[in-house]
């Protein structure tokens, strides 16, 4: 996770950000937003392809200040308790932020070929809504009111 990021930073400054340096060496994205301020609430996911990219990184970003906004705010990483694309996704595809605007959507990358560095589509859900599937449960994630989080 990527932390200590102004508020004001859309996930857009943020990706042009990081492929400054980067690029085409992380295959998803998502900084949290806080829907009713439009500002993001200071953290981000990245997955990097493979953890060689993680020291310049480092190297790069924490320890610093953001290059917006005259904020004070200092980069940091951690861990995220998910880890790999497989489970970010499985952790998103079903969440309410996937009814949100696009920009506000966590964000897949191809990292190699013609398209490296270009968004990749996210996988539909897998929770579906008819009479064939279980029930689904709802979870509060901070969306929108009115907006579910759906788990099969």
């Given amino acids: 996770m990527i932390r200590n990021i102004p508020n004001k930073y859309t996930q857009q400054m943020l990706l042009e950000c990081i492929n400054e340096t980067h690029f085409g060496k992380f295959d998803f994205l998502y900084l949290r937003m806080d829907f009713k301020s439009k500002c993001n609430v200071g953290y981000a ?3 990097f392809i493979n953890t060689d990219v993680i020291p310049s990184f480092v190297e790069q970003y924490v320890g610093k200040k953001w290059s ?3 904020s004070d705010k200092i980069c940091s990483l951690s861990y995220a ?6 489970a970010l996704i499985e952790k998103f ?3 309410c932020v996937m009814n ?3 920009h506000y959507r966590p964000k897949l990358y191809y990292t190699s070929g013609a398209n490296r560095g270009l968004e990749e589509p996210f996988p539909e859900p897998t929770a579906h809504r008819n009479a064939a599937h279980r029930p689904l449960r709802r979870r509060s994630s901070g969306c929108r009111k009115g907006a579910a989080t759906f788990f099969a």
């Fill in 45 to 47: 996911f990245i997955n």
């Fill in 68 to 70: 917006r906004f005259n």
């Fill in 81 to 86: 308790v998910i880890q790999g694309r497989k």
């Fill in 93 to 95: 595809r079903n969440s």
């Fill in 100 to 102: 949100e605007e696009p």
